[in-house]
């Protein structure tokens, strides 16, 4: 998956792209199969929230031997028009990446009951509806590892964190990793900015500078693109600073200062729905669980930390996979320490 991440950086961005997936050596037969399209809030070269989705909209069109389309940099005011157009040329399924869209998503989808529409959540929803699949991302829980991390590596005491919007999700990252300095007993103090876009790097960069000015030695990112900018301000920080990051590897970006990135896989959740819908199952949910080897992992070898700190953040991977460690889930409000 890495190097076809790689390679996605490479391609030309283009606004709409339509795509027939070859039926040979498909799972499924060509006309047992249905139609996929998508739509995603940024560019699919981003290495990152993007890139993943449009991996997962591939692999599915592979995997079940069906055409899959998608649209990229979809504005949130633009996304009920994306929404119907799909709906209108026949795709049955008709994935939203991005709870930036879920709004669009359940004004436009009771419109077409005969149409699945997937939509990613971060609680369960009190009412479900009949021709929507809901994907729990479930943030907060690899945050923890992240949050346990960075107590164990920081020397100065300060750690940052760089958020896009402040999102409920957000605020359940921010609770966990304080969870987790909790449960350290540790007195390093968490500071935080919400720089207004996830894909700034200008503005990245200037929080991740404030941050470092503020004493700052380890950086928690919540951002995507904005992470170019994050980047330089770790190199030129004039000390060092080390760096974690969200959804894919970003070690090649930054070998010097990364550690870890907490993983996301949306290829194996994707294909499960669109097996549940083949198979007559048009609304459900689905948690992206936490572990290795599922949707939702912290990537290993933690890298630029000694062995201790790998060997501890390892044992504490696994405490939360099993459930020894239960990571409160708390997405209302950030909680003071």
């Known amino acids: 998956m890495e190097r076809l991440i790689k390679a996605i950086t490479a391609l030309v961005a283009v606004g709409f792209i339509a795509v027939t997936a070859v039926s040979a050596g498909g799972e499924q037969e060509a006309e047992d199969s249905v139609r996929m399209a998508a739509i995603f809030p940024g560019s699919i070269q981003d290495a990152d929230y993007n890139t993943l989705g ?54 436009v989808g009771p419109e077409y009951p005969d149409i699945t529409f997937v939509i990613e959540v971060d ?42 919007l402040e999102l409920p999700f957000l605020r359940g990252e921010i609770n966990a990793i304080n969870q987790a300095l909790d449960d350290l007993g540790s007195d390093a103090t968490l500071e935080y900015v919400f720089v207004g876009d996830f894909n700034d790097a200008v503005k990245a960069r200037q929080a991740a500078e404030g941050l470092i000015a503020q004493g700052a030695d380890v950086i928690v990112s919540a951002v995507n693109a904005g992470n170019f900018g994050l980047y330089t301000a770790v190199k030129e920080a004039g000390r060092p600073v080390y760096i974690t990051t969200t959804y894919t590897d970003k070690y090649d970006q930054a070998s010097e200062s990364f550690m870890t990135s907490d993983i996301f896989d949306f290829t194996t959740p994707i294909q499960d729905v669109v097996a549940a819908v083949m198979a007559g199952e048009p609304g459900g949910y689905r948690l992206l669980e936490y572990g290795q080897g599922k949707p939702r992992y912290t990537q290993f070898p933690i890298r630029n930390v000694s062995d201790d700190i790998a060997s501890r953040v390892r044992e504490i991977a696994e405490q939360v996979e099993r459930g020894e460690i239960v990571v409160e889930k708390n997405l209302a409000e950030i909680l003071p320490r």
């Open 54 to 107: 449009y991996i997962a909209v591939q692999e599915a069109g592979n995997a079940f031997a069906m055409d899959v389309a998608y649209s990229e940099k979809v504005a949130v005011p633009d996304a009920e028009r994306a929404l119907r157009e799909y709906a209108e040329s026949g795709f049955d399924i008709i994935w939203v990446h991005g709870a930036q869209f879920n709004g669009a998503a359940t004004t």
């Open 123 to 164: 609680i369960v929803p009190a009412e479900k509806l009949p021709n929507f699949w809901y994907l729990d991302r479930n943030y907060y829980t690899g945050f923890y590892v992240l949050g346990a991390l960075s107590a164990l590596k920081t020397e100065t005491g300060v750690i940052g964190y760089v958020g896009g």
